[in-house]
């Protein structure tokens, strides 16, 4: 695997590449907080006969924390800025939750990188979800008495149960981000979806765990509903979908492409 360090318009981004070069990306857009780390197991199996690029999102992994919240479009801009200095072509841009929707805003905002879009865990944020899920974005702090990492311990371990591996590789990326690590979900809550959503004219797959208790059967209907042109999957797994089930992630993602 080949690691570089990109220079965007939002600081240094560290980008994880790996596969044929001369074969059309696949790129790998993460879920806040986390990092290039939750396609770990996906990328080999991804590489064997494509090209892999996977991006730490600004203030996530390796790469530079912004001063600012950023917007999703500044999450897509980034995007774009690194497949430019990469090369390689319209891309397959494919993203877990908060990853998904950055794909969305890609193939909105710049079609001619994209090819299809994978939107792993996609939510339909509307006011509905905006008023259900702004009161658990709220930003951690250190505590002088440590208790803040029990806290996360106990959040995260309450979903990873019990791999606890998985949940010190999720705590590693939470302080890695430190104390912005919610601006990926301020970005997601502040998304016009309902506007961006039409503006997508690539073919989506809608790739959603069993198990996921954020993604409900209304939010497929409003999905599939504004994107004609999409196909559903299901496979096993939850919230952390491509580290619990790589092999029905990697292969979805390549039936699909």
């Known amino acids: ?64 924390h912004p001063e ?51 939107a792993s865990g996609l939510i339909y944020v509307d006011d509905e979800v905006r008023a259900d899920l702004g009161p658990r974005f709220k930003q951690w702090t250190a505590q002088a008495d440590g208790s803040h990492l029990m806290a996360h311990w106990e959040r995260l371990s309450h979903w990873t149960a019990p791999d606890t591996a998985l949940t010190q590789r999720l705590l590693v990326d939470v302080y890695r981000a430190g104390e912005t690590s919610e601006f990926g979900h301020f970005a997601c809550l502040s998304y016009d979806m309902e506007a961006r959503l039409p503006l997508v004219r690539r073919p989506v797959l809608i790739l959603t765990g069993n198990d996921d208790p954020f993604i409900t059967p209304k939010m497929i209907r409003q999905l599939t509903a504004a994107l004609p042109d999409s196909e559903l999957a299901y496979i096993d797994g939850s919230v952390f979908l491509p580290n619990e089930n790589p092999e029905g992630f990697a292969d979805a993602v390549l039936a699909f492409i």
């Not at 908060?98 to 969305?104: L, N, R, S």
């Open 68 to 118: 600012t919240p950023p917007s999703m479009e500044d999450y897509a801009t980034v995007v774009a800025e690194v497949l430019g200095t990469v090369g390689g072509g319209p891309a397959y841009i494919c993203g877990h939750h908060t990853g998904a929707i950055i794909a969305v805003e890609v193939a909105a905002a710049y079609p001619e990188l994209t090819r299809t879009v994978i």
């Open 1 to 64: 695997m080949e690691r570089r360090i990109i220079s965007t318009s939002m600081g240094h981004v560290h980008v994880a590449l790996e596969g044929d070069p001369g074969s059309p990306p696949v790129v790998l857009l993460h879920q806040t907080p986390r990092s290039t780390d939750e396609f770990a197991e996906v990328i080999p199996l991804l590489a064997g006969s494509r090209r892999v690029i996977a991006i730490d999102t600004p203030g996530y992994g390796a790469s530079d």
